[in-house]
């Protein structure tokens, strides 16, 4: 992957999040004028830095790299699938809410470090067919 594809990425993702270069650099504790190199191509970050952007633009550097960036669209579907199986804690016992919320922290963690390895773990869970499959989904 080129620096050019790298500063495309990090352009898209300020668009989105309604970001300034300026801002990005000052959360990243990174020079503006270094920051203004990555986004054109000019550049290519440190490993440190590469992981400071990442963690200001709420994403994994892995994210930065590849480029793929999930939509509004995929972030909404997630989101529904995560409201109906929370509404399902509710028929569990303590102890099983209770394992199942420690899952979800794991998850989390391994979801801002590769988040498409974690979509990719959960589209091949049995658990996960079997409940689109009755879901109509």
Known sequence: MGSRHLGHTIKELLRQRGMRPTQLARLANIDHGQLSKIMHGKAFPSIESLR??????????GTLLDGKIETGDELAHAVEHLAVAFYSLRQLEKDDRQSLVSMVHQVAQLVSQSPDQVEKLIGQSPGFQTERLQSGD
């Not at 400071?52 to 550097?61: E, F, M, N, Y």
Request: aromatic letters at 0%.
């Open 52 to 61: 400071r952007i990442a963690s200001a633009l709420g994403v994994s550097p």
